[in-house]
C-alpha cells in the first residue's frame, strides 16, 4: 500500500499563493500517475491537476489553468500543487491521490481511476 500525506494548506487572502505538497511512502512512486482533487462543503469532490509518472505530460481542470502548476520530484517521492492568484471559490479541502495499480485506458480527470488518498489538507481563500 501507499501512504500519502498532504501539506501546505492555511489562509490565505485572495490574490495570494500556497504550494501544497504530497509525500508518498512506497519505492514504485515513480511509475505512478498523481493527481490533486478539491471538495468545498456541500459539493463533490472535483479533479484540480495531474501528473504523468514522468512528469512529463500535466492536466488541468478549466478553472484552474495558468494559475496552478503541478509539478512531481521522484527522487523526494513528492508532488506538488502551486497556487497563484487564488480566488475565494478555491477555498475547498485539497486531496492527493495516486494511482498504484495498472489500469487500461486510465483517466487522469476521474476520481473513479485513483485507488489511493491522502487525508486532505483545507485551504482557504478570504476575499
Known amino acids: 500500500q501507499v501512504q500519502l500525506v498532504e501539506s501546505g494548506g492555511g489562509l490565505v487572502q485572495a490574490g495570494g499563493s500556497l504550494r501544497l505538497s504530497c509525500a508518498a511512502s512506497?519505492?514504485?512512486?515513480?511509475?505512478?500517475?498523481m493527481g490533486w482533487f478539491r471538495q468545498a462543503p456541500g459539493k463533490e469532490r472535483e479533479f484540480v491537476a495531474a501528473?504523468?509518472?514522468?512528469?512529463?505530460?500535466?492536466y488541468y481542470a478549466d478553472s484552474v489553468k495558468g494559475r496552478f502548476t503541478i509539478s512531481r520530484d521522484n527522487a523526494k517521492n513528492t508532488v506538488y500543487l502551486q497556487m497563484n492568484s487564488l480566488k475565494p471559490e478555491d477555498t475547498a479541502v485539497y486531496y492527493c491521490?495516486?494511482?498504484?495499480?495498472?489500469?487500461?485506458?486510465?483517466?487522469?480527470?476521474?476520481?473513479?481511476?485513483?485507488?489511493?488518498w491522502g487525508q486532505g489538507t483545507q485551504v482557504t481563500v478570504s476575499s
Open positions: 501528473i504523468h509518472w514522468s512528469g512529463g505530460t500535466t
Open positions: 491521490a495516486a494511482r498504484i495499480s495498472a489500469l487500461i485506458n486510465f483517466n487522469y480527470y476521474s476520481k473513479n481511476n485513483y485507488n489511493s
Open positions: 512506497g519505492r514504485t512512486f515513480s511509475i505512478y500517475p
